[in-house]
């Protein structure tokens, strides 16, 4: 595993393995949910349940740990997706928003606004995402309400769904 990243969720693995593991660790809080590449491979971005992590692919030295908007929300699995200009990112959140961020050439996440999919329910739970080809809509898989949801992301809010 020479030269390979092994990333370790703080408090899910005992030292005694981490000391005995092979390649180079980065330290992320939560549980790793899903990783994506932004800038045409150059950073490397890392889902967990708590932030949206940011590394230089090349050397995979961590840039930054950007926490949700919505803290006690969270990230919700797998839902990650970078649009064609390599600098726009979705993330879905635990229960019923989406997160919009720019990724700068440099690796650094800022924020955008949030999006409601939840259509007023408590819980939808946005998994996965994608994204037109000019990044101006996603299709988000809302777990809860087995429906799938056309998200304006220019305009903040949720076109109409589809149960599935």
Not at 15 to 34: K, S, Y
């Amino acid at each position: 595993m020479r030269g390979e990243l092994l990333l370790v969720p703080r408090g899910d693995f005992r030292e005694e393995r981490i000391g005995r593991t092979a390649g180079q660790l980065v330290d992320v809080p939560g549980r790793l949910l899903a990783v994506e590449f932004a800038h045409g491979g150059k950073i490397l971005l890392v889902k967990t349940t708590t932030v949206l992590a940011s590394l230089d692919a090349a050397t995979m030295k961590l840039i930054q740990k950007a926490e949700f908007p919505i803290a006690k929300a969270g990230g919700s699995m797998h839902g990650l997706a970078v649009a064609a200009d390599g600098a726009s990112v979705v993330v879905s959140g635990g229960r019923t928003h989406l997160y919009r961020a720019t990724v700068a050439a440099d690796g650094k996440i800022t924020w955008g606004a949030s999006i409601d999919v939840s259509g007023g329910a408590k819980n939808v739970n946005p998994l996965g995402i994608a994204l037109t080809a000019d990044g101006q809509k996603a299709v988000v898989a809302l777990s809860m309400t087995n429906q799938l949801a056309l998200v304006d992301l220019v305009g903040g809010k949720v076109v109409t769904t589809v149960d599935v």
